[in-house]
């Protein structure tokens, strides 16, 4: 009898320390799951922040977007879907962050921060102008879709006309230059494209296009160039001449002066087989 009475407690003490470690990890795991949900909106916002700080970009947007759907309304909300959409920005999640911050935008268009909002927008678009890829082969970026050019220029172009004295005005009509430049570059390229085929008509107009919207930007002279040349092909001489003229006043250095029919002088045969390169 002793020993019958003895086996059950025998055994209860032989699964008791696994029954405590079982029971430990459940109440550990529980713990951890339930943390951002018992969390106040304030330390919700402190613990994005904070990882925000340190670069931890991928979990502060987890704990911004907890505090979103948990806290749906005032200002922690606000504030930390902006800064949400920089932590995707960030962490290169282009579509996410352009989304996050448009729609804010478009929810709050008299908040405190919506200037920065904007700058945020434009440097979203800005940074989808080039992909990894084109940056690593050395492809311009002129030499692809200007859509994403097109709405950052415009981001910034909506944000320096309704905030002109804030601090991101200076930095957004630096990249407006930057962006100009571009759209010019690839309208010079589709007119030297059309010059290389002989379409001297619509190399033409590509060229007349960027004199009369890129004036200052560097392109312009090269547009000038294919200008006077398309013209002179086409058997035009006197706009030829003209052209030609007004080149030589405000870029007398042109190469296009010295030898008009070896310009533009571009990359050999075997160059020009390889997809996608750029001789600028």
């Not at 079982?22 to 109440?27: D, F, I, N, Q, Y």
């Not at 994005?48 to 979990?59: C, F, K, L």
């Not at 086409?234 to 250095?253: I, M, S």
Request: net charge positive; proline share 5%.
């Amino acid at each position: 009898m002793p020993f019958r009475r003895s086996a059950p407690l025998l055994k209860f003490a032989l699964f008791l320390p696994l029954l405590l470690a079982v029971g430990a990890c459940s109440l550990f795991h529980h713990g951890k799951r339930e943390t951002l949900n018992n969390m106040t909106v304030e330390q919700l916002y402190q613990r994005a922040h904070d990882m925000s700080q340190s670069g931890n970009w991928s979990a502060a947007e987890t704990v911004y977007q907890k505090l979103i759907s948990r806290f749906p309304y005032g200002a922690y909300n606000e504030q930390s879907q902006i800064e949400l959409a920089y932590a995707q920005y960030k962490d290169d999640k282009y579509e996410d962050a352009y989304s996050t911050i448009n729609e804010f935008i478009k929810t709050y268009p008299t908040q405190k921060h919506i200037a920065y909002a904007y700058y945020l927008r434009g440097l979203i678009n800005f940074d989808r102008t080039e992909t990894g890829m084109q940056k690593l082969a050395g492809i311009s970026p002129s030499r692809f879709d200007q859509g994403y050019v097109l709405q950052s220029f415009d981001d910034f172009n909506t944000l320096v006309a309704r905030f002109p004295d804030t601090r991101y005005a200076a930095d957004a009509r630096q990249r407006m230059i930057y962006l100009r430049n571009q759209l010019a570059r690839s309208e010079l390229n589709v007119a030297e494209y059309y010059l290389q085929r002989k379409a001297y008509i619509a190399s033409a107009n590509r060229a007349k296009y960027i004199v009369e919207h890129y004036q200052r930007s560097p392109e312009s002279a090269d547009a000038l160039a294919v200008l006077a040349k398309s013209y002179h092909l086409l058997g035009q001489q006197k706009l030829a001449d003209e052209t030609t003229q007004v080149l030589k006043l405000n870029y007398p250095n042109h190469p296009y002066l010295r030898n008009p029919k070896r310009w533009p002088d571009h990359h050999s045969w075997a160059w020009r087989l390889i997809p996608l390169t750029s001789a600028h």
